[in-house]
């Protein structure tokens, strides 16, 4: 539980400082650590607590440094703090889920109205695709290297990656990337640009980077342009 000890130490602070404690300036090196471990906890007492008590952990502090008054025995104080971060990891997980339920719902229907469209087709997989504009050039396999440019979409039209944003192509190996797109490039030629409308369970399914525009089981759709084979 080492986090929720620095945590406590940076709260001790804050609220120190409320009740009128001047700020201290910097002197030494054993200040500099001091001031730093409080900015560094400070984020992540951000992220662990949406509402705290400042008054009991101040009170908690003091009679923990003093051993007097103690309202919890050490035992009885582990096992409310591993509730707490249990409860609340199963309450994360539930949300998780049932936002997870929702997009793979919100993208069955998009993907559903969008195979009946001029162009596109549906691969035995579920990937759907257009085609831009075809390529003259070789096909990758599952061992090549590729140079693409491409724009990524939600199906609400977010953006949330871009090489074309960026100015700059991207390159990586085909068996690298999403199942969406490993099957993808294989259809197309050098040249190619296509349009890539890919289900949740061939792009990051449940678990995509954290903190990211990609929700779990997000649709999402790729304009890819093949620009060379590498390799």
């Not at 971060?85 to 969008?114: I, V, Y």
Request: hydrophobic share 35%; with cysteine; charged share 25%.
């Amino acid at each position: 539980m080492k986090y929720l000890s620095l945590g406590t130490v940076l709260l001790l602070l804050v609220s120190c400082n409320k009740n009128g404690v001047a700020q201290k300036p910097i002197k030494t090196e054993l200040d500099s650590v001091s001031y730093a471990i409080g900015m560094d906890v400070a984020k992540n007492v951000k992220a662990s607590f949406d509402d705290f008590d400042n008054d009991l952990f101040i009170q908690g502090f003091s009679n923990a440094l003093d051993s007097t008054n103690m309202l919890l025995d050490e035992t009885k104080a582990q096992q409310v703090i591993r509730a707490y971060f249990q409860k609340k990891q199963q309450e994360e997980a539930s949300k998780r889920q049932e936002e997870a339920k929702a997009n793979k719902e919100e993208g069955d229907k998009f993907l559903a109205e969008n195979k009946t469209k001029d162009g596109v087709q549906t691969t035995e997989s579920g990937l759907q695709y257009i085609v831009l504009k075809e390529g003259t050039g070789a096909k990758p396999t599952t061992t090549s290297k590729v140079k693409v440019h491409y724009h990524g979409t939600l199906i609400d039209g977010t953006v949330f990656d871009s090489s074309v944003d960026r100015g700059e192509p991207t390159e990586f190996g085909v068996t690298q990337v999403i199942k969406g797109w490993t099957e993808g490039l294989q259809l197309m030629k050098e040249g190619a640009k296509y349009k890539f409308f890919i289900p949740g369970d061939l792009a990051y399914g449940s678990n995509p980077r954290p903190g990211g525009k990609i929700k779990p089981n997000s649709t999402l759709i790729f304009d890819v342009e093949l620009l060379e084979i590498v390799e």
